[in-house]
């Protein structure tokens, strides 16, 4: 059953009256069927219209929506084949970044990312796509061996956040998450990092530090998530929705800002609604981008990672 | 000028008429009430607890440089980016800040010597803006790798921030890969690049340039980490165990090499330079 947020409550409606409708005239001699094309219309306008015009909180929510596509849908519908590889051989295999060998197409790549895992029991697992230091060291450890094999990497970002905890603390989280932005700059090879969900802070950037990043048309990405700014700054989480509009956190935003430098579009609604298609637009996107790359040689790509990020801030 | 008058000079209230308010300051640690001469002759660290408190960009560059280095010109970035508005607006914020500030932002560069050895030493300054980083010390941070690239001398890094600047939201980010291209290019170049950790420094600036040093030295009690403490309380609800993410700590977990205190901090930099400095050529 499809799940909606708080904004999309006028489209609920008629879909349960669409739904009512069609209950209530099953056996009936009744013809209906143009009375429900007609609302099938009206709340199909009615969804495109409201995604076309989302405020920064509500991309928020819909970047986190509990039925949005995750790293396996995307690995399952993007992606012709994968093969995990795990262990940072240093202490553990975190389940919250999985990474591999994968083949986009024809095109062979290091795929890595983070999961969030889709229901109790996987979300557990995945420890809600947060990240933690073994986590960053077998991207670390992936990232070298795609440049020893001479593979193009691509991540995909959907993290609130490194997980903050004691262990991670203990075992270097922000070592990890430094190196892990340092390994993604040192690439002899072509990077391409697209924020499917929620980009979070330095959990996200370890991952993201790439010469090309995407967003899915409704992910957010930004320095501290927007409930965290507001208890800050405001002195109250509720304050949210203010602190996502200031800090520009979407796509749109990023692009201007010059922080990305392409939006994947989304099925209307949202990839929760259709993530096969979503998906389907990612894989066409990462493709045109790596084919794109493939041309250049690998001091080049160092320097254009270089550039973009020393060009960030200078006036 | 020596060393410890230009650390006086530095310090906004000691130009003042001399009134019994400020010949005393109390230890934020023991609460123990001090002489501020005292104080500062002993570095601003408490002579009693030996707790280290905070010191300001200049304090710090007159303890670690010999006299007559040279202060780098702060970078000019784009002020205010985003427009932001909080309870009040970034640029009043910005406003108040400088007026309370010999410099117009968190880092500090000084091109030197340290015991007669080419250095250049970037310092962050917590009193600006809780030393956040933002365009101006991501900026500032490359100005200095590129002083040390150009004399070829190692660079020092002193840390201290509760992380990035949410005022430039997803720009303060973006210093964490900028940061590092530079960290890179001095890696490329055979010079040593060390960071002195002080209290506190958290978040973005630890999970990049804080934590990716040749050498990590931190000062003692210092507060290190990346998530806040109060973030790890509410997110795994446990108590935190006694001196959690303290100098001491780090060391004993690996993440930095020694805790060094103050007084012996620019001997200890002057003997790890000997070790790592580029050779002189021939």
């Not at chain 1, 796509?251 to 994947?264: K, M, P």
Request: aromatic fraction near 6%.
């Amino acid at each position: 059953m499809q799940s909606y947020l708080e904004f999309e409550k006028p489209v609920a409606q008629l879909d349960q009256r669409i739904a009512e409708l069609r209950a209530a005239s099953e056996g009936d001699e009744v013809d209906i069927s143009a009375e429900l094309a007609r609302l099938e219309a009206k709340s199909a306008e009615l969804l495109a219209t409201t995604y076309a015009a989302l405020t920064p909180w509500q991309k928020t929510q819909v970047a986190r929506h509990p039925s949005r596509p995750h790293f396996r849908d995307y690995v399952a519908h993007a992606f012709e084949e994968f093969v995990p590889l795990g262990g940072d051989r240093l202490y553990g295999d975190d389940q919250s970044i999985i990474g591999g060998l994968a083949k986009l197409g024809e095109r062979k790549v290091v795929l890595i990312g983070h999961e969030k895992g889709h229901d109790t029991e996987t979300r557990i697992r995945h420890n809600f796509g947060m990240g933690k230091p073994e986590g960053y060291r077998k991207a670390i450890r992936l990232m070298e061996l795609a440049g020893r094999f001479n593979i193009p990497v691509v991540t995909l970002v959907d993290t609130s956040g490194a997980f903050p905890g004691i262990e991670a603390e203990e075992r270097g989280q922000a070592e990890a998450i430094a190196r892990s932005t340092e390994a993604c700059l040192a690439l002899p090879v072509p990077m391409v990092a697209v924020i499917v969900g929620e980009g979070g802070s330095g959990g996200a950037v370890a991952l993201a530090s790439a010469e090309r990043v995407l967003m899915m048309e409704h992910a957010v990405y930004s320095v501290i998530s927007p409930e965290g700014c507001a208890s800050i700054l405001w002195r109250t989480a509720e304050k949210a929705p203010e602190a996502a509009e200031a800090m520009k956190v979407t796509a749109q935003h990023l692009e201007r800002l010059g922080v990305i430098d392409r939006i994947v579009p989304e099925p209307i609604g949202g990839a929760h609604r259709d993530p096969a298609a979503a998906a389907r637009a990612l894989g066409t996107a990462i493709g045109d981008e790596l084919d794109t790359l493939a041309q250049i040689a690998p001091e080049q790509l160092r320097r254009m990672r270089e550039d973009r990020f020393l060009a960030i801030g200078a006036n | 000028m020596s060393w410890l008058s230009r650390v006086r000079n530095s310090l906004p209230f000691v130009a003042k008429r001399e009134t019994p308010d400020n010949l005393w300051v109390k230890c934020p640690s023991c609460q123990e009430m001090l002489f501020v001469k005292e104080y500062e002759e002993n570095l601003h660290v408490c002579p009693r607890c030996n707790h280290h408190g905070r010191i300001n960009a200049d304090t710090r560059l007159g303890i670690l440089l010999d006299a007559g280095y040279d202060l780098l010109p702060q970078p000019s970035v784009k002020e205010d980016p985003l427009k932001f508005r909080d309870t009040s607006k970034y640029t009043d914020r910005l406003k108040k800040a400088r007026a309370n500030n010999a410099h117009s932002d968190a880092f500090s560069v000084g091109s030197g010597m340290i015991d007669g050895r080419p250095a250049v030493v970037g310092v962050q300054d917590f009193s600006f803006m809780g030393g956040s980083m933002g365009m101006a010390v991501g900026s500032a941070f490359v100005a200095g790798a590129e002083q040390a690239l150009k004399r070829h001398c190692p660079y020092i890094v002193v840390t201290a921030a509760g992380g990035a600047r949410m005022q430039e939201g997803i720009l303060s980010l973006m210093q964490m890969p900028k940061a590092t291209v530079m960290t890179r290019r001095l890696k490329e170049a055979g010079l040593p690049y060390i960071v002195v950790l002080t209290d506190p420094t958290t978040g973005g600036v630890t999970a990049s340039y804080a934590m990716l040093g040749d050498v990590h030295i931190a000062e003692p009690g210092a507060l290190i980490g990346f998530a806040g403490q109060r973030v790890i309380q509410d997110t795994i609800r446990e108590q935190l165990p006694e001196g959690f993410q303290r100098a001491e700590y780090l060391l004993k977990h690996g993440m930095v090499d020694m805790v060094v205190e103050r007084k012996d901090l620019k001997g200890t930099l002057a003997t790890l330079i000997d070790y790592l400095a580029p050779k002189k050529a021939a």
